[in-house]
């Protein structure tokens, strides 16, 4: 009865620590940033009707944005862009489907309200796969608008900025890695609208005491070929031949999608409280930024383990690594080992390439900062550019991948 009376009191007393909601720290980064939610302007779900034309557009599904569409004279058309709010970064996100009663060649002016052409569209007949418009059939205007020059019939034309990945889509992509039991895939909460705060988890085992690669993606909804190279880098590490020595020693947790209203509203760069996910890594005020951040944080301890690198992936105008300064008083993650020859090892693994990188310290309140505020982590910002050939997105995030790994590994305590 006695030692039946001390497991349990030994249970209860256990319970406390299991049970611990821990909140990420708070930070005052130098270049303090207002992130209490502002309005935004939806955007309304309808089908724009040129009957006399016989020309029809919609944005009627999800990462959709079209915000008008007419006719303006023979066959010449405006689509009218708008930004969810402003002032907003410019990212020009536009995506709607098109079709006429009439096999038709059509011209059609993008007007950018609050921003100017970025993304060359892209086209499908199915929403799934895409090619990059003919160069010769769209310019960018100097008036700050674009024009393009399509084919239209009774077959719906997908026309989008990128290639369209929304919350349906990127859940569907994770069910299928979670077909691999070293992935457990789930919800970590939910964002303002109520969507899934997607997560997977990479380990073998339980993955107590093993040091962790973080990795984020999708704060900001247009920028669909960084999630594109997170793809193929999370694939390597299950594929590649190193996998099983990896996962010995450490365990990769992954939140791909941290802003799915932007991603399924189609905005331009922020979430429905009209803030940039990625300036609210000091407070938190955002929903998604508040879960993932408690989560990631209840997730080490729990596992009494430590992140010691954090991957955010994103796009802009070209290829480019954002990384805290090199081995410094000021920052001095616990790998400072590990950066150099990573991106060294990136660089001498692709033939014909030059790496850009570029190093600051700590500024505003990003993940690449936070990373290391909240656990001394070596923080990266994997930019992908917009246009880069999808293939070599591929090739290289692979590369990363395996350079991680042969890195981390070659290490010795
Ligand atoms: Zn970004």
């Not at 270049?31 to 724009?48: A, G, N």
């Not at 016989?54 to 006719?71: I, K």
């Not at 499908?124 to 084919?151: H, K, L, Y």
């Not at 030059?354 to 700590?362: M, Q, T």
């Amino acid at each position: 009865m006695k030692a039946i009376f001390n497991i349990l009191l030994a249970l209860v007393l256990s319970l406390p620590v299991y049970a611990q909601n821990l909140k990420a720290t708070t930070y005052d980064f130098p270049d303090s940033v207002d992130t209490s939610s502002r309005e935004i302007e939806l955007q309304k779900k309808q089908i724009f009707s040129d009957d006399e034309g016989r020309v029809y557009a919609t944005n009627n599904f999800p990462a959709a944005r079209l915000n008008d569409f007419e006719r303006v004279n023979g066959r010449f058309y405006n689509a009218i862009i708008k930004a969810e709010n402003a002032p907003i970064n410019n990212s020009a996100w536009y995506a709607f489907k098109i079709w006429s009663g009439e096999e038709k060649n059509i011209w059609i002016r993008f007007l950018y309200e609050g921003g100017s052409p970025r993304y060359i569209p892209k086209l499908s007949s199915d929403g799934e796969n895409w090619q990059p418009i003919d160069s010769t059939r769209f310019t960018f205007v100097d008036d700050g608008s674009a024009m393009m020059n399509i084919d239209v019939s009774s077959d719906t034309l997908w026309v989008a900025a990128q290639e369209i990945m929304d919350s349906y889509r990127i859940g569907k992509w994770c069910e299928g890695l979670a077909e691999d039991k070293r992935v457990d895939f789930k919800s970590v909460g939910e964002s303002k609208q109520g969507r899934e705060l997607f997560y997977m988890d990479f380990k073998t085992g339980n993955g107590k005491k093993k040091d962790i690669i973080a990795v984020f993606s999708r704060q900001h909804p247009p920028e669909v070929t960084g999630f594109k190279a997170m793809q193929a880098f999370l694939d390597e590490i299950l594929v590649n031949n190193q996998s099983a020595a990896f996962f010995e020693k450490y365990r990769v947790v992954v939140y791909p999608l941290l802003n799915p209203d932007g991603v399924d509203l189609g905005h331009w760069r922020h979430n429905t409280g009209g803030i940039d996910l990625n300036r609210d890594w000091a407070y938190y005020n955002q929903p998604e930024t508040r879960q993932v951040a408690d989560h990631l944080v209840n997730t080490v301890a729990k596992s009494k383990a430590r992140v010691i690198l954090g991957l955010d992936f994103h796009s802009t105008q070209e290829d480019i690594f954002y990384t805290l300064p090199d081995d410094s008083d000021s920052v001095k993650s616990v790998i400072p080992w590990f950066k150099r020859p990573w991106l060294d090892g990136i660089e001498a693994s692709i033939d014909n390439y030059e790496l850009n990188e570029e190093s600051s310290g700590i500024g505003q309140p990003v993940t690449k900062g936070w990373f290391y505020t909240q656990f001394a982590a070596e923080g990266v910002t994997y930019e992908v550019g917009d246009e880069v050939p999808r293939v070599f997105i591929e090739k290289k995030a692979r590369v990363a991948a395996d350079q991680m790994m042969k890195v981390l590994l070659e290490h010795q305590e």
